[in-house]
């Protein structure tokens, strides 16, 4: 978003400290040394730097000072938290103020809240024309195709860095926020030789607030409870996907993006392994030398140690650099950013918490502004390695950057030159891939002739020979300065170096949306097309008395289905095909256009009338009752997907209504519960009678997860039983291939194999009443992604159930279909259940395993069956792998922590696991960090650590 125009390297891990301290150090220099020193890095060297102050108090009076405005200095002497209110007007306030700074919205929040930021800078780099000459030099440079190295050596020389500053993207973490508002007043309106430098070689580029909601909930999450840190890939939330069209436009070269952890104690990087292998080598340099920076501003008590645990920092521990949707990977990655997680403990006083992230982002511009020649110059060279290996097909190695670490899993001898994404199926879900890329500057061009590839790798684990790539497939070759990117977001593997995991191992965008795809390291010179907008729509007019029709096989048709069904628009959909089909007079023919285009789907006109049997739009219930936490997880999932995105009027059911079998549960069509921590959801003896009743009587249920499957199975909806996972099992959010049912409803559109998301879900052994849709196979075609061990549990087992029960159906997913809105295949599966017909079915598509007569006492079996402990709540528990010989010494530490561990042996290791019955990410974890921290203390070597 433009702002306003009113004035208001990887193998090289080496240690600094004496260099990065130049920024703090100058301000002590007399003024002439200090206004002369490093001339030739200055963006304005011919200026007469002798005008700036050696005082590094002294400020424009012009400029409101935070004490002014707030009636309370920032950091030392903070009495509290300031607002989101407080921040946008302070924000604005400068910006009148001082002519450095130029402000603006970034994006505004799911309550409509504006996301402020501020662009300060020299007030000859914050012109209009010149800032805007700024950014598209910087952005030039990431482009060494058309641009010589001579203009760009010229640019690095004249051109200042840009620095971002983000905070609160967790909404309770505020201290950064209010850091950041004081790194603002010091750049606008500070006097100093020292603000002088930094305004003059660098534009720093501050966010306070990248989540109003939730700052002003203190919630971690944004009001549909999405974990914006969680989010950046995807871009599912508007304060997200505002941010990163902010970012093409001023793209960075340094990225902070600061947190609050546990405890009292701050972590800046260098980060724990493991960092993704495509992250250039030389953000990762800059990162660790801002580390040393900040070692030397840091002040307080220093580095912690056995004796200083508090008001002191650490590195390495906990925060790694390889999801690819944290706000320190992607600035990395996708920008070729030093892209850095600040945290601080919030457990400290609120002056010695926004105090010490002030330190740290001022000692980071300080280095920036420092180093912004050889930045800009190594900012140069990132783009033409990538141009270099995208040509050559290679992919860069993993390493680690934690001493006491290996590699533990290389990647591969593979040269990859090219991915095509195939369009022989859900081509709306394609078209939004294809978006995706292009949304972060990736070349994307259509076939336009199909082409033989003659060595192809089909995603899934196989190969081909001689494979036809047909017309209209998308060719997304690798020789292009985001090959980085191409490759951390949709290549088959991430290839983690080393199993330590605080959140997913795969996030593969083909695997996620079920996308037919395929790679190869042939040269190729098909001919094509690039594309240059969104594609879809109406394909072929109908005539007068004839109808449109698509597929509904993909997340975009869902949307689309819902959003017409929403409209009133009569649809039928035939249930052996799954097209939909609607009459040409039901819809204006522009507006169908319009909306079928916004999601990529294409339409076709016919002359022949609508048919099929008739949708109904489902009358929603979404339970909120006990064990559902309604802020966070699945619950806040469905109320973005299927009420927000989807258009769906979801009408809340909670426990007391399907107890009291009130209109509130009665009159629903459908019923999802999501996820949660209870077996029941609170309901009592007739409450399950109730909800088998309301079934019976034609009913759709739909459970996901744990609590999900769990409710059905206390009501005798399901003979589905949860098998025990072996020890040393772990799926840490991986994909798998799945053999799919899909002459069944649920499944209809799928492919006969599809791929699966698992995150340590519960694994469930096949119904016998019912139609198992999705099964885990169990021959040779069983296929996993990600770090998975001892998986092979998974074989013949079931992800997903059709249960029948009267006139009615139980669909039950043992994993959450919309998980971080981006697992666009599930989300198609959601549909289905919701569409699920209510008319006689055949029986194919029923398949009940077991005799009528035998399907009561099956279930009623089930719900015998003990499950076992829920102890990962809506994420996962927390597993320590060590060796059987260090058993002891790392259960004596674990339990100063807590009593609730349990350990079990298997393969010569022993895995302590540690219940997280709130499902908490392990960056919010209570003691997870000090945890690890003691055990590599006393020297107990840790294979695996997953949580």
């Known amino acids: 978003m433009p702002p306003s125009t009113a004035r208001r390297g990887k193998p090289s891990y080496r240690k600094v400290a004496g260099a990065a301290v130049v920024a703090l150090t100058a301000l002590m220099l007399p003024l002439s040394q200090a206004a002369n020193a490093d001339r030739d890095n200055h963006s304005h060297p011919d200026r007469d730097h002798t005008q700036c102050s050696s005082d590094l108090n002294a400020h424009l009076g012009s400029v409101p000072s935070p004490e002014k405005f707030f009636g309370f200095p920032l950091g030392k002497g903070q009495p509290r938290v300031v607002t989101s209110d407080e921040i946008r007007k302070y924000v604005d306030a400068v910006g009148r103020a001082s002519d450095r700074v130029i402000t603006g919205t970034m994006a505004h929040s799911v309550s409509g809240q504006a996301l402020p930021y501020a662009i300060v800078s020299d007030k000859q780099n914050v012109t209009p024309g010149q800032l805007k000459k700024i950014a598209e030099q910087i952005q030039s440079l990431r482009d060494p195709r058309s641009l010589r190295p001579d203009k760009a050596a010229r640019i690095a020389k004249d051109t200042p860095a840009i620095v971002w500053v983000a905070g609160n993207v967790h909404g309770g973490e505020t201290s950064g926020a209010d850091a950041s508002l004081k790194t603002l007043y010091e750049l606008a309106g500070g006097l100093s030789c020292d603000v002088e430098k930094r305004n003059d070689n660098t534009v720093t580029v501050i966010v306070p607030t990248q989540n109003p909601d939730g700052r002003n909930a203190n919630r971690r999450q944004n009001d549909y409870g999405f974990d914006l840190n969680r989010d950046w890939f995807a871009r599912t939330q508007p304060e997200t996907d505002g941010k990163l069209a902010m970012l093409r436009n001023y793209p960075p070269q340094i990225f902070v993006d600061a947190h609050e952890m546990g405890g009292q104690q701050y972590f800046f990087p260098p980060n724990a392994d493991p960092i993704h292998h495509e992250i250039a080598d030389q953000p990762v340099d800059w990162i660790n030398r801002i ?11 220093g580095a912690c140690t056995d004796l200083v645990t508090v008001e002191c920092y650490f590195n390495y521990a906990r925060y790694d650099l390889f999801y690819m949707g944290y706000g320190d990977t992607v600035p990395a990655t996708g920008f070729g950013a030093a892209g850095m997680t600040f945290e601080k403990g919030s457990a400290s006083a609120v002056e010695d918490r926004v105090q010490q992230q002030f330190n740290t982002q001022w000692a980071t511009t300080g280095w920036a502004a420092d180093n912004k020649k050889e930045i800009l110059n190594g900012y140069y060279k990132i783009w033409q390695t990538a141009l270099a290996e995208g040509a050559s097909g290679a992919l860069e190695p993993n390493e680690v950057v934690q001493p006491t670490n290996t590699v533990q899993f290389p990647v591969p001898d593979v040269k990859i030159r090219s991915y095509f994404l195939m369009p022989d199926r859900q081509i709306g879900d394609v078209r939004k891939l294809v978006e995706r890329l292009r949304g972060m500057d990736v070349e994307v061009y259509e076939v336009k002739k199909a082409l033989t590839v003659p060595n192809a790798q089909i995603f899934g684990g196989r190969s081909a020979k001689n494979l036809k790539v047909p017309e209209g497939a998308y060719w997304i070759p690798m020789d292009q300065p985001q090959k980085h990117w191409i490759q951390a977001l949709i290549g088959e593997n ?28 042939d040269k190729l010179s098909p001919k094509t097309d690039r594309v240059k907008s969104l594609e879809g729509g109406i394909d072929s007019s109908a005539s007068s008395r004839g109808s449109y029709s698509y597929p509904l096989d993909s997340a975009a048709a869902s949307q689309l289905t ?22 040409a007079r039901a819809v204006r023919q522009n507006d169908l256009d319009k909306l079928a285009g916004s999601l990529g789907v294409t339409v076709k006109g016919s002359s022949r009338s609508a048919s099929g049997t008739a949708l109904r739009l489902p009358d929603t219930g979404l339970f909120a009752g006990t064990g ?3 802020t966070s997880g699945s619950h806040g999932e469905a109320r973005f997907v299927l009420g927000s995105q989807w258009g769906i009027d979801l009408k809340p059911v909670t426990t007391a209504d399907i107890n009291g079998n009130t209109p509130a549960f009665t009159e629903r069509t459908a019923l999802i519960v999501p996820d949660g921590s209870s077996s029941n959801g609170g309901l009592d003896a007739q409450g399950l009678a109730n909800l088998k009743a309301w079934v019976s009587a034609g009913g759709t249920y739909i459970g996901l997860r744990n609590e999900g499957t769990r409710v059905a199975r206390a009501a005798g909806l399901t003979s589905t039983t949860e098998k025990p996972k072996p020890t040393g099992y772990q799926v840490v959010g ?19 194999e599809d791929f699966q998301f698992n995150n340590g879900d519960p694994i469930l052994n096949p119904s016998q009443t019912g139609t198992n849709i999705l099964t885990y196979p169990s021959d040779d075609t069983f296929w996993a992604n990600g770090y998975t061990v001892k998986s092979d549990a998974l074989m013949g087992t079931t992800a997903l159930v059709d249960e029948p029960t009267g006139a009615g159906h139980a669909v039950l997913f043992a994993y959450n279909p919309l998980f971080r809105a981006y697992n666009d295949n599930g989300l198609h599966l959601v549909a289905n259940a919701l569409l699920y017909p209510t ?34 709540g809506e994420w996962r528990p927390i597993t320590i792998q060590v060796a059987d010989a260090d058993q002891a010494r790392t259960e004596t530490i674990v339990r100063k922590y807590t009593d609730t561990a349990t350990s079990a042996k298997a393969d010569g290791s022993t895995y302590i696991t540690i219940p997280n019955p709130e499902g908490l990410a392990a960056d919010e974890h209570p003691f997870l960090r000090e945890l690890i921290q003691s055990l590599e203390s006393t020297g107990v070597p840790l294979r695996s650590v997953v949580g």
């Not at 070692?295 to 307080?300: I, L, N, P, T, V």
């Not at 819902?562 to 009459?583: A, Q, W, Y």
């Not at 079996?861 to 499950?867: D, R, S, T």
């Open 291 to 301: 580390g040393e920076a900040n070692k030397a501003a840091f002040g307080f008590n």
């Open 494 to 521: 991430p290839y983690a170096p080393f199993p330590y995991f605080y959140d997913v191992s795969s996030w593969s965008n083909p695997l996620l949306m079920g996308i037919n795809t395929i790679y190869t390291g």
């Open 562 to 583: 819902f959003k017409l069904l929403s409209s009133g628009v009569p649809l039928s959909r035939d249930l052996k095909t799954g097209v939909i089909s609607l009459s």
């Open 628 to 630: 559902v936490s309604t």
């Open 734 to 752: 991986s994909h798998f291939r799945v053999d799919v049912a899909n002459e069944n409803p649920v499944g209809i559109g799928r492919p006969a």
């Open 839 to 872: 008319t006689a079915t055949t029986s194919a598509q029923q398949r009940t395993v077991a005799p009528p007569t035998d399907v009561d006492a099956l279930r009623a079996a089930a719900q015998k069956v003990e499950e076992p402990a829920n102890i990962g």
